[in-house]
């Protein structure tokens, strides 16, 4: 295979050729004298090696353009960082197949990028569930021995030994729900628009908490107008996302303390926020544009004794975004946070 300096060597030789065979015959056959033939030939060659001067003038550019893009493209295949030089000039053609070329590596490489983010958040995940998993099957398994063996015998003992594999159970159903919701995430699952009663809405979710919130002794005050009028939204995610981040709440506060939920409505833009408001342990400034990524986790030490698979915000934050909603975090260290939900309010159905 010719390089295209070679071509072009190839073409003005073969074409030079050509030339002195077509003046030979012409000489041959009395068209044109000796002394004629003899200046033809010769300007002919001039004229030739001017060209083929003036060619390698325009054509060294690209040549030179053409084997940067194939430095650039094995670069490319064995995935190493290549600079583009884009003070090298170049005609328009190949300028546009540069930026072409550097806009399609510049996709894959995002495209890969993002591959390879994913495939290390699902590891962290895997490994985050199996260290969480652990804890609570250890705690069952101990707890059913010491019964089984006679090692629990006093009845107040027993008791608890029942309570703490209700918990631990309750804990690995958290953890198994956590893991369904996020294999859903991304299954394009649809929703219908439902007629939303806020107060009934907000029995549906505090009910199953009543039991736990008087065990804590905990005090949870519900703050909206009365004047909010029902309204079309999707349910099932709203529902999830108040229950996430109400359980996140009762997760990083103590016993005793205060949790509100409060609810406001701007009837300018038809919105409603519902924000819950804890009196925990907070989130330091740094850390609170993370708190809604799927591997992160407020608690760095992992501390196990606040269940789950820390998967709870970006489930929310997920579920957010596919009804067109959004969460905010205002916390302060110590103090407590507050999560607030805002979403559309429809007045008709679609």
Same mark, same amino acid.
């Given at each position: ?11 003005? *030789?073969?074409?030079? +050729? ?35 001067? *003036? ?7 690209? =040549?030179?353009? +053409?084997?940067?893009?194939? *430095? ?13 030089? $884009? ?5 328009? !053609? ?6 072409? %070329?550097?806009?399609?590596?510049? $996709? ?6 993002? =591959?390879?983010? !994913?495939?290390? !958040? &699902?590891?962290?995940? =895997? ?21 089984? /063996?006679?090692?629990?015998? @006093? ?21 198994? /729900?956590? +893991?369904?919701?996020? =294999? ?36 949870? $005050? ?6 909010? /009028? ?7 995610? #709203? ?11 009762? &997760? ?7 949790? @509100? ?8 833009? @038809? ?6 408001? /804890?009196?925990? *342990? ?8 993370? #708190? ?6 407020? $608690? @760095?030490?992992?501390?196990? &004794? ?16 596919? +009804? ?23 007045? %008709?159905?679609?």
């Amino acid at each position: 295979m010719f390089s295209i300096r070679s071509q072009i060597i190839i073409g003005v *030789i073969s074409s030079v +050729i050509l030339t002195t065979i077509i003046l030979v015959i012409a000489y041959k056959l009395m068209w044109f004298n000796g002394h004629m033939t003899l200046t033809l030939a010769i300007t002919t060659m001039i004229a030739s090696c001017l060209t083929l001067s *003036i060619c390698s003038i325009f054509i060294n550019p690209l =040549i030179q353009k +053409i084997k940067q893009f194939n *430095i650039k493209t094995k670069q490319f295949i064995n995935h190493e960082k290549f600079i583009d030089d $884009e003070t090298f000039q170049s005609p328009r !053609e190949i300028k546009e197949l540069n930026d072409s %070329f550097n806009k399609m590596a510049y $996709e894959i490489n995002n495209q890969m990028n993002m =591959i390879k983010n !994913e495939q290390q !958040e &699902k590891t962290e995940i =895997i490994q985050n569930l199996a260290h969480d998993l652990k804890t609570p099957l250890a705690g069952i398994r101990s707890y059913s021995e010491g019964l089984r /063996d006679g090692v629990i015998s @006093d009845p107040q003992e027993v008791h608890e030994a029942y309570e703490i594999l209700i918990k631990q159970a309750n804990r690995l159903s958290i953890l198994f /729900d956590d +893991i369904t919701h996020v =294999i859903n995430l991304n299954t394009g699952r649809s929703y219908p628009l439902e007629l939303i009663q806020l107060d009934q809405l907000l029995v549906n979710i505090l009910q199953p908490y009543e039991q736990h919130i008087k065990q804590e002794n905990r005090t949870l $005050e519900v703050n909206f107008c009365t004047d909010i /009028d029902a309204f079309y939204q999707y349910r099932p995610p #709203i529902e999830r996302i108040l229950t996430n981040l109400l359980d996140n709440a009762l &997760k990083f506060s103590n016993s005793g303390s205060r949790i @509100d939920i409060i609810i406001s409505e701007c009837k300018e833009n @038809d919105v409603i926020s519902i924000s819950i408001k /804890d009196e925990g *342990i907070g989130i330091v400034p740094e850390l609170q544009s993370r #708190i809604f990524e799927r591997t992160f986790r407020v $608690e @760095d030490s992992r501390n196990t &004794k606040t269940g789950g698979s820390g998967l709870g915000l970006y489930i929310a934050n997920e579920l957010a975004q596919q +009804i067109d909603a959004s969460i905010t975090v205002q916390s302060d260290l110590d103090i407590g946070t507050t999560m607030t939900l805002t979403l559309k309010k429809f007045q %008709f159905k679609k």
